[in-house]
């Protein structure tokens, strides 16, 4: 006698970018890399936006891509056992209302650090060599030998240590800032000199020569950053946002550069997005705006994103509690 | 007895920025830094321009700035011993036939590396983000999402070793990158995975990623990246240039980024400098101009540069050969 194989559903989305696409030949070459783990799948059905979707609930144990119809779910898909996201923020499906009870939800945390760890790279570099301000000399064909101190020794304040934010103190160690992390509950980093809770915050941003948000959007860290906040920083502090555009009081930011308050800021998140080509926000000074790319492998994110999912797989197979699970009264 | 005090002379250029000024500030911060060599200097003398150069250069053994009027320095200075450059480029002051036999010349390099460093690691990270393509969008006010692959296991290749070319290679160990070095004498460094001679500089161009210029420049280096080099490199091939303009060729980097035969470039020096507003260069698609600023300490570069000088101080007063001396048949 064999287990009885599980049957997978692979959902995407059409209006997402391809390289998040999970297509036949991810799943081909996934496969291969993990033959053994692998043996104990059976059906694997690939759907876009829906179009196949009720035709295979009702077997499926197994699903990749949170659809986009939600409701009902237990009664339309009574023998599923997990459902895997394949993005990190999964704000977009909160609340989680929806989620049957007795399956498992897991987000794609961890395929984004290596990549955020890079980004990071840059942005502390490039806000310390005040490149905003080089790039509008450039573009005003203007020479002004802007030049900046060492960033050796300055101070990053990390908001959230879970993936991205972990990778942002290991980016700020790589370039020689001190670290102190901020997260709900405080513990050991090893790539953060302090660690301290959300209500100390307000007492470590003047010590920030960078701010970095990297929190998940929730009730909670809606507006996190505002201009009360901002406030504290030093006028030579620099804000980076990885995270969620609504983490962060856009306006107030805006209003503080455009009056020389703060030195620079590097916003990979907006809101909304994309951002309307009428926003102020494209024209203010030293700020750069990356258009949501900073944790996304452009070439492997659909093979990395796979092997964490193997991964799931074979705790799921021996009875073990999953890695990145989504609890639904944090919402992340 | 005691023995007899050496006298100073510090020429500063008011056309340099005011970072590169040697103040009576810095001097006596420098001499509590290095209090017993200090000892040994007697009379300090602070010119501005020539000023006062040909009242003090009869009396004075060492001069640290090079002054704007060389000819005849023998019979002006004739107890001059040490010549300091706070630059570590002497292409200004070549041919060398000014500098008396004698007299020891020195430069600034190891003043540069660390900043260098700094700017190579966001150089590298900023082109593998494609971010002079997004910069063009943010201008544009148009959102689109530019992703990009990981920077790890990448190759750079970065010609010249020494204070700017280690400092290329420490930065790209640094971001994941693979080195191979380009230098005059073969010889193992512990950044570059390898390390070549010039004659194989057209071999290993088709391997580079990023292609880094950290080369003084000479008669023998000058067009060094020269058209015909630029087109052994891959259509996704980055440029860097933070040695000299006139090392690389301007124009055909400029027309080959124009047909989208590479992937993108950054330039910290140009040819000629200040890059006048009527150059085409400004608007040179995936291009980042930056106002020769990577390699400088906006902070402290002079009191880096000081200690620098005071650690050739020592060897000077115990006889020995000093460091960074330039030789005058290489010319750096």
């Not at 806000?127 to 573009?139: E, F």
């Not at 000199?193 to 909670?220: G, H, I, M």
Request: net charge positive.
């Amino acid at each position: 006698m064999t287990t009885p194989k599980l049957r997978l559903h692979i959902e995407n989305a059409r209006k997402k970018n391809p390289i998040f696409h999970t297509l036949p030949e991810h799943w081909q070459a996934a496969c291969k890399r993990h033959k053994a783990l692998a043996k104990h799948i059976g059906a694997v059905s690939f759907g876009w936006d829906g179009d196949i979707l009720e035709s295979v609930l009702p077997q499926t144990h197994l699903v990749i891509g949170v659809p986009a119809q939600r409701s009902n779910l237990a009664a339309r898909a009574p023998h599923l056992r997990w459902l895997h996201s394949t993005s990190a923020g999964i704000d977009g499906a909160l609340p989680l209302d929806w989620l049957p009870r007795g399956v498992t939800f897991t987000n794609n945390s961890g395929a984004h650090g290596h990549k955020a760890e890079q980004y990071m790279v840059m942005a502390y570099t490039l806000l310390n060599t005040r490149l905003p301000g080089i790039v509008a000399n450039q573009q005003a064909r203007h020479w002004e030998a802007l030049f900046s101190p060492s960033i050796t020794g300055k101070t990053a304040v990390v908001v959230g240590l879970g993936d991205l934010g972990e990778a942002a103190a290991r980016a700020a160690k790589k370039v020689g800032l001190k670290v102190i992390g901020v997260r709900r509950s405080v513990q050991k980093n090893r790539y953060a000199d302090r660690v301290v809770s959300y209500k100390q915050l307000d007492k470590v941003l003047p010590l920030a020569d960078f701010v970095v948000l990297a929190v998940p959007l929730t009730a909670e860290t809606r507006s996190l950053l505002n201009g009360q906040r901002l406030d504290l920083l030093k006028p030579s502090a620099c804000v980076v946002n990885i995270a969620r555009g609504p983490v962060l009081d856009q306006e107030a930011l805006e209003q503080r550069l455009r009056k020389g308050r703060l030195a620079g800021a590097v916003l990979d998140v907006v809101d909304p997005e994309p951002l309307p080509a009428n926003a102020s926000l494209w024209t203010t000074p030293n700020l750069l705006i990356t258009p949501h790319v900073s944790c996304d492998d452009g070439e492997h994110y659909i093979d990395i994103s796979l092997d964490l999912w193997f991964e799931n797989l074979e705790l799921l197979l021996a009875g073990k509690r999953l890695k990145r699970r989504i609890d639904p009264k944090l919402g992340y």
